[in-house]
């Protein structure tokens, strides 16, 4: 099939690849004609494993090519699949501009009968939204609510073993067909489609996220509970996680969750019901819970660790993208903490194995980034790891003593709470830990 990806993001760019894989002819258009410029010359834009060489692969095919010219892009194609970003307006909404100005420019530019894919995360509505936008085209267009659900660090694995693909469309032959075709390599002959309609598919989306971020706060809030009572959230964890009813998933305890889609999208369907006089309290306070846990890593360090006073202070951070295997710093939590440090009067020394150049562009020479992890480290009076990235799971912690100048670890991962680290001289804390 002939398909158009207009958004080369995060999600564009792995599903544009994927697509191609297997068999498709995808023309990956964006109005970041920067962007266009460096994945025509072969360079990949974001930190995703795996992505680089499916996308080279593709591209030496014949299968894949990116374009700035999505007019070109659209009038070519039978799929025209819409991952734009929608990003939180100041009052919580999702900002549905670039997927209202896609939908015109489809309906503007369509060439033939044509399927519209939405993929990006978008508010109840919006299917019916984009149809009145696409009715007056001169060709009939289907609007396809998709929602993508892989993960950054997975994505290609997501995408291309979903666990399920959510189609909410008509009950159209036409429609159906060219869905079922476009996803019959991935989804074991569709047994893994979940048809239904579109407010239902756009809600699945939101309900989904809002679900899982919902873990992350309750575990949060009982990893405080923890450190009050003297429990250890881990064996919480393990107790509660392996009632099957539970399962083991997104029940660990941190520093509150980042990213470009939980924070978003858990404000985005508080606000979505709200407008409709529903109120979600459970998801409401999630958010709450969530931007409360985004400053407890600088309040340890503050209020704990340092008597209230950060000023002079230097703070070693490791790992500043949202989770592990992306360079993405959306929301990251590392982010406030750094924030809050330098407001403080503290330094900042940071490493990340994927996300520094993101980071400098925010900061500049307002923080240090170093390419080695331990030189972060140097004469740090306190060394934070905030993303577990794995190459920290295991460091060599007699080097960090001999170079911190105080040998205060927060774990902001609880990834070293069961090493012995007091009994090597250090003071330890986590997240609703005991440590030992
Ligand atoms: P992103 O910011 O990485 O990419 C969006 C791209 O859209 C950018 O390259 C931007 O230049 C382009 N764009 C904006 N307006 C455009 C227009 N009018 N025409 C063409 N291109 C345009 O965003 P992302 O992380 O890929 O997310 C895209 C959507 O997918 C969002 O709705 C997000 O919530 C959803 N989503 C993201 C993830 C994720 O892990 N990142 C996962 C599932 C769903």
């Known amino acids: 099939m002939k398909l158009a990806m207009i958004g080369t993001g995060y999600v564009g760019l792995v599903s544009g690849a994927c697509f191609a894989e297997t068999g498709n002819h995808v023309i990956c258009a964006d109005i970041d004609a920067a962007k266009i410029e460096r994945l025509a010359g072969g360079e990949i834009p974001i930190f995703e494993p795996g992505l680089g060489e499916m996308a080279a692969r593709n591209v030496l095919q014949r299968r894949l090519s990116f374009s700035s010219d999505v007019s070109g892009a659209i009038a070519e194609s039978e799929v025209i699949c819409i991952a734009v970003g929608t990003p939180p307006r100041s009052d919580?909404?999702?900002?549905?501009?670039?997927?209202?100005?896609?939908?015109e420019t489809v309906a503007q530019r369509v060439a033939r009968e044509s399927v519209l894919v939405i993929k990006s995360t978008v508010p109840v509505g919006t299917n019916a939204r984009v149809r009145r936008i696409v009715k007056a085209a001169t060709h009939r267009i289907h609007v396809v609510s998709n929602p993508e659900f892989l993960k950054?660090?997975?994505?290609?694995?997501?995408?291309?073993?979903?666990?399920?693909?959510?189609?909410g469309c008509?009950?159209?032959?036409?429609?159906?067909?060219?869905?079922?075709?476009?996803?019959?390599?991935?989804?074991?002959?569709?047994?893994?489609?979940?048809?239904?309609?579109?407010?239902?598919?756009?809600?699945?989306?939101?309900?989904?996220?809002?679900?899982?971020?919902?873990?992350?706060?309750?575990?949060?809030?009982?990893?405080?509970?923890?450190?009050?009572?003297?429990?250890?959230?881990?064996?919480?964890?393990?107790?509660?996680?392996?009632?099957?009813?539970?399962?083991?998933?997104?029940?660990?305890?941190?520093?509150?969750f980042g990213g470009s889609c939980f924070p978003k999208d858990?404000?985005?369907?508080?606000?979505?019901?709200?407008?409709?006089?529903?109120?979600?309290?459970?998801?409401?306070?999630?958010?709450?819970?969530?931007?409360?846990?985004?400053?407890?890593?600088?309040?340890?360090?503050?209020?704990?660790?340092?008597?209230?006073?950060?000023?002079?202070?230097?703070?070693?951070?490791?790992?500043?993208?949202?989770?592990?295997?992306?360079?993405?710093?959306?929301?990251?939590?590392?982010?406030?903490?750094?924030?809050?440090?330098?407001?403080?009067?503290?330094?900042?020394?940071?490493?990340d194995p994927e996300a520094m150049p993101n980071v400098q562009a925010v900061y500049g020479e307002r923080i240090t980034l170093v390419e080695d992890a331990y030189d972060a480290a140097k004469d740090a009076d306190a060394l934070v790891l905030v993303t577990e990235w794995r190459q920290y799971q295991n460091p060599?912690?007699?080097?960090?003593?001999?170079?911190?100048?105080?040998?205060?670890?927060?774990?902001?991962?609880?990834?070293?709470?069961?090493?012995?680290?007091?009994?090597?001289?250090?003071?330890?804390?986590?997240?609703?830990v005991r440590g030992s």
Not at 92 to 103: I, M, S, Y
């Open 152 to 167: 950054e660090g997975n994505a290609i694995d997501d995408f291309m073993k979903p666990d399920r693909i959510v189609i």
């Open 266 to 351: 858990v404000v985005a369907l508080v606000s979505t019901a709200r407008d409709l006089g529903v109120e979600l309290d459970l998801a409401n306070t999630t958010d709450r819970v969530n931007r409360r846990q985004k400053g407890v890593l600088a309040r340890k360090l503050k209020h704990v660790h340092f008597d209230g006073d950060l000023r002079g202070k230097r703070i070693a951070i490791w790992g500043l993208a949202f989770k592990p295997r992306t360079d993405d710093i959306r929301e990251s939590p590392a982010l406030q903490l750094i924030d809050t440090l330098l407001s403080e009067g503290a330094e900042v020394a940071a490493h």
């Open 170 to 256: 008509d009950d159209d032959f036409f429609v159906r067909d060219v869905m079922s075709r476009l996803y019959h390599p991935v989804t074991l002959s569709a047994e893994r489609i979940v048809w239904m309609d579109p407010a239902s598919a756009e809600l699945t989306k939101y309900v989904a996220n809002t679900m899982l971020a919902m873990r992350i706060s309750f575990m949060n809030e009982v990893a405080a509970l923890c450190e009050k009572v003297g429990a250890d959230i881990h064996l919480v964890r393990q107790g509660v996680g392996s009632d099957e009813r539970i399962g083991s998933k997104f029940l660990y305890a941190g520093p509150g």
């Open 396 to 432: 060599d912690f007699a080097r960090l003593m001999t170079s911190m100048r105080r040998p205060l670890l927060l774990d902001g991962r609880n990834i070293w709470s069961s090493y012995g680290l007091r009994k090597l001289g250090f003071t330890y804390d986590g997240i609703g």
């Open 92 to 103: 919580g909404a999702a900002d549905l501009h670039a997927v209202d100005r896609v939908a």
